[in-house]
């Protein structure tokens, strides 16, 4: 008798995918090995939702299946997260023209307030979006590589303690200090 897992392997094989990607688990391991007879590789993604995005794409490439699995729970709920939006990172520039304008689909220009812009490449599964020339969208399937990202555009001109000008996140509240007094001694 055919086992169930054997049966789906074959169903993958024979729509056009060449891979399995996720994060393995108790039961997949039968799939996996199923996937690895018929000479299908097993991509070993660090977050499902990862996985999810890359299954997601190859499908709208390709025509074909894009295959993804997880653990139940958590995991398949990243997944659900994955193929719906990715992940997202807001940040909002704050000071008089202080600004950003996309050159290309991969590469912010910032007017920081620096005697030149500031070119500043997206790495690759980040994209951006400029709205009013303040805030800017991060979006990406990777959420390490995502964070990364807008720690590095933040330091470009982290916020100013005293007069609250830089590059912030959206749902940071900058403490502000006092400064110093006119006409104190």
Request: proline content about 5%; charged content about 25%; overall charge positive.
């Amino acid at each position: 008798m055919t086992a169930t897992v054997d049966v789906l392997a074959q169903a993958f094989k024979d729509a056009g995918t060449p891979f399995i990607v996720g994060h393995p688990g108790g039961e997949s391991v039968e799939l996996m090995e199923a996937a690895r007879q018929r000479q299908m590789r097993f991509l070993l993604m660090k977050q499902e939702v990862a996985g999810a995005m890359l299954a997601a794409t190859w499908g709208d490439i390709t025509g074909s299946p894009g295959i993804c699995m997880s653990t139940r729970g958590p995991g398949a709920a990243n997944m659900v997260n994955g193929v719906k939006a990715g992940f997202e990172r807001k940040l909002d520039i704050v000071g008089i023209g202080y600004r950003a304008q996309m050159q290309g689909k991969a590469t912010i220009q910032l007017a920081l307030g620096y005697s030149h812009p500031v070119i500043f490449p997206l790495p690759d599964g980040v994209t951006a979006e400029i709205d009013k020339q303040v805030a800017i969208t991060l979006r990406g399937a990777d959420k390490a590589l995502l964070g990364q990202t807008a720690a590095k555009l933040r330091a470009l001109r982290k916020p100013d303690p005293y007069k609250g000008k830089g590059v912030k996140y959206a749902d940071e509240v900058i403490r502000r200090k006092v400064g110093k007094k006119a006409g104190a001694k």
